[in-house]
């Protein structure tokens, strides 16, 4: 449903739905009604959620949502310490957040903590510490940075391979160093990583992948034959 018009909710059946994705904005919110139709879709449908810049009083909403959300896009708004909450307490298999700032920087020390299977950081409106504060709070098996993110620095990077269940990293950041990278063996469970558009050199990987020879690095591992 790419709007949400409540009036159309009661004839659509539901016993065989697979897959539902809401949008939902400013101008096309959500509301308590859509809210209690997706709680009566069956446990096995699929349900994404895309949230554009929503209030306080329509995340909330979210805190009343019982069916389980596999892919929630969260896009182009500065979030309270309470749409946080709410947004988490969802606890998406994936989360994807782009263009978000934040009230202020504390916003992370009520939040709850999740695990989540992804997490998708993109767009440049994130500190150092909006990033660690969304590790912390979501601790992904899987964690893609995307090419517009802004720079951060190593210590933030240090933080990402002491996640306790990060078994993959995506980046596409142009601005990644080997001295981000040099704690990349410090991960007891990282199992690969991409790295593109960086500008490291091919011989640098060689020496991250001997380092780290539990993870496969591009695609190749420094484990011996």
Known sequence: MNELQEDTLTGIPIDHLMYVRVSASKKQMLTKNVIAW???IPEDCVIDLVLFGLVDEDAGLLDNLEHDV???YVCDQVLSEKSLSS???VAPNELWFSGIGFVRNNSFVEAPAINVDVLRISKNNFSGSDIAGLLNATNPKTLVLAQDLAPVTPEVFRLI???ERLEGLSTQV????????????????LRW???EHSGIPEEKFEELRTASQTVRINGKSGRPD
Request: net charge negative.
């Open 70 to 72: 596999h892919g929630m």
């Open 193 to 195: 990583a991409s790295i």
């Open 38 to 40: 997706l709680n009566e």
């Open 161 to 163: 391979f002491s996640l």
């Open 87 to 89: 947004i988490l307490n």
């Open 174 to 189: 142009p601005w990644l160093t080997t001295q981000h990278l040099e704690s990349l063996s410090l991960s007891e469970t």
